[in-house]
């Protein structure tokens, strides 16, 4: 269970620095929105890059916090049974839910978008607007970087399940650990 419980630390410390890093960028997003509709709304001048930028960001922000939001019990969830549940039926869901719904779907999006994001790498594919942005391809390489955030904390969810099932209770998740989310 050693190997486990370092799984889950590491885990969770590296969504945990991501998300609050990548939780940054919603400073400048808000600041080019403001901007945006500012600048159409107050003196008719709009930039497609510019509004490709805010929504590149929000995008950036959703896939990559994922893994953090999951961490912390952000995600979307029926509390009605789960809140008040002991802490061994919260892990049975979570590892049933890690295992059976959230890993299949992930892979099967990984999969599906790998051949899109290599296209668009061997093409170098920017904006299909005329003047946007010109790296297209890298904004779809964070479907990848989502994928595999929000992969390991759900393996790190189901790892943490095993561990309060197996009686280590300094893995439970507190109800404060999710407050402010």
Known sequence: MNFLGSFVRFVDGLNDWIGRGVAWLVVPMVIITFL????????????????ESYMWLHGIVFMVGAGYTLL????VRVDVFYRPA???????????????????????VYVYSYPYVMTSWLR????????GLPGLFLYKSVILVFCVLIAL??????????LVL?????FEIKEEEHEGV
């Not at 945006?36 to 509004?51: C, D, E, K, N, P």
């Not at 002991?86 to 890993?103: E, I, T």
């Not at 197996?166 to 300094?170: A, L, N, P």
């Open 166 to 170: 197996t009686g280590h209770k300094e």
């Open 72 to 75: 912390h019990g952000g995600h």
């Open 86 to 108: 002991s802490a061994r039926y919260k892990a049975w869901v979570d590892l049933f839910g890690s295992l059976l719904l959230l890993l299949p779907v992930i892979i099967m």
């Open 124 to 131: 170098l594919e920017g904006s299909h607007e005329t003047g």
């Open 153 to 162: 904390q759900g393996l790190s969810l189901a790892a943490r399940s095993i």
């Open 36 to 51: 945006v509709a500012t600048l159409r709304y107050g003196f008719s001048i709009g930039w497609v890059s510019m509004q």
